[in-house]
């Protein structure tokens, strides 16, 4: 149209709008724009990598600077994931049975177990030299516990250990003074787990294993900083709802949703997301995964299990909350940056269209040769590279 307008309008020379249309060609040249999305995400996600935050897609490393509400879990995500038996009080067991006779039936079932409670059992087991036992019909209820069949010497027990939900399910009451037990240890932080054993007089309530998971000592903060971002912290466990709120006031969290199964845990993201948040979930057991598949940005520790690293869209390999600030901090600042190369890649357009086109020559002024063009989005290809490689150079704070 350019071309035919100074052919039809103008009394210059051919040469003259030859050259008008080939420079608006070259200065029309998009590759600047193309450039400035891609090459954003791609230094970003390489400097996440590089900080220990492994960033699946790009659609995940735009959402994150946007959420609004991040869900996180207790077990090995606020708390160090590295639970330690600090007592077992025996209630209805079988004559002889001692509290080591006890955790090693209980340890030698949770072996078949991925949970850290399970871990943290058998690692009590071991220091205390005691044997592992044989253990059959396993069976595992995700968020409330494990059974399975236990052989102790000539005895065979049906052993199952879990919270009392899961308790009560199997048509266990729990009398009021381990109720009492129970409250004592929540109040303290402590995770109580309940243990029956069922032989040929049915099933006993035979005792209450009490474990202790310390809060990760930079919880608190990063909690802090998170608010101070606008973003609102929620926590979802699947543990009961005293110990939850005690280990939700040490690390500053207001908002507790406990005693949740896996499937809860999603809903609950889904009803947040309802709302109208964009909702992240930080979460490292396959507790979490279907919450982690569930939110806008699922945030997978990467020390957890691998289902749970598979379901999220980020992976955090560095163990600590603060690797949560780190993804957040860097989609924030690739987002800024984007915008910066769209901003540098059409104001090169915006001013240089017109000049191509004979806009200074129309009053006189000099006519913008082709090369100079080519020079000129080179030159808005190179900025717009120049200015997301310094994302390389991206820290927290």
């Known amino acids: 149209m350019r071309l035919l307008a100074w052919l039809v309008f103008s009394a210059e ?34 400097r996440g990598a590089q900080l220990g935050v492994l960033i699946k897609n790009g659609a995940a490393l735009e959402q994150a600077g946007h959420i609004s509400v991040l869900a996180v879990d207790k077990t090995g995500t606020l708390t160090t994931g590295k639970p330690v038996l600090t007592g077992v ?4 067991c079988p004559a002889g049975m001692s509290p080591d006779s006890l955790l ?13 409670l399970a871990h943290a059992l058998v690692s009590a087991a071991t220091e205390r030299g005691l044997s592992s036992l044989p253990v059959d019909d396993v069976q595992v209820a995700p968020g409330m516990g ?10 065979a027990f049906v052993l199952a250990v ?19 037990s129970l409250a004592q240890l ?44 606008g973003v609102r912290v ?25 005693g949740l199964l896996p499937a809860d845990k999603a809903a609950y993201v889904r009803r947040l997301q309802d709302e109208g948040h964009v909702v992240g979930m930080v979460g490292d057991g396959i507790n979490d995964a279907p919450a982690l598949a569930a939110a806008h940005v699922g945030m997978a520790v990467g020390t957890g299990v691998d289902v749970s690293a598979e379901a999220g869209d980020i992976v955090l390999m560095r163990d600590g909350m603060e690797a949560v600030l780190t993804a957040l901090a860097l989609s924030r600042a690739t987002m800024r940056n984007i915008r910066q190369n769209l901003f540098w890649a059409f104001g090169y357009n915006v001013l240089g ?17 082709p090369m100079l063009a080519g020079t000129a989005m080179a030159l808005s290809s190179v900025s717009v590279v120049t200015n997301a490689l310094r994302l390389r150079f991206f820290n927290i704070r």
């Open 13 to 46: 020379p051919v040469t003259t709008p030859l050259t008008v249309f080939v420079a608006v060609l070259v200065m029309a040249c998009p590759c600047a724009m193309g450039l400035a999305t891609p090459m954003s995400i791609m230094v970003g996600t390489g």
């Open 353 to 369: 269209l017109p000049v191509a086109a004979g806009l200074l020559h129309a009053f006189g002024g000099p006519m913008l040769s």
């Open 146 to 155: 494990i059974s399975g069949r236990v052989t102790s010497g000539a005895a």
């Open 186 to 229: 929540a109040e303290t932080g402590q995770t109580p787990l309940l243990l029956s054993l069922e032989d040929h007089d049915g099933p006993k309530l035979a005792g209450i294993l009490a474990l202790a998971d310390a809060l990760r000592p930079e919880s608190a903060s990063v909690v802090r900083t998170l608010r101070g971002m």
């Open 162 to 180: 879990g919270n009392r939900a899961y308790m009560e399910e199997r048509g266990l009451s729990v009398p009021q003074a381990a109720q009492d």
């Open 234 to 258: 929620v926590m979802l466990t699947g543990d009961n709802e005293r110990t939850a709120k005690a280990v939700a006031r040490q690390a500053g969290v207001d908002e507790v949703a406990a």
């Open 89 to 92: 009080t025996q209630l209805d």
């Open 104 to 116: 090693a039936m209980a340890a030698s079932l949770e072996a078949r177990s991925e949970h850290p």
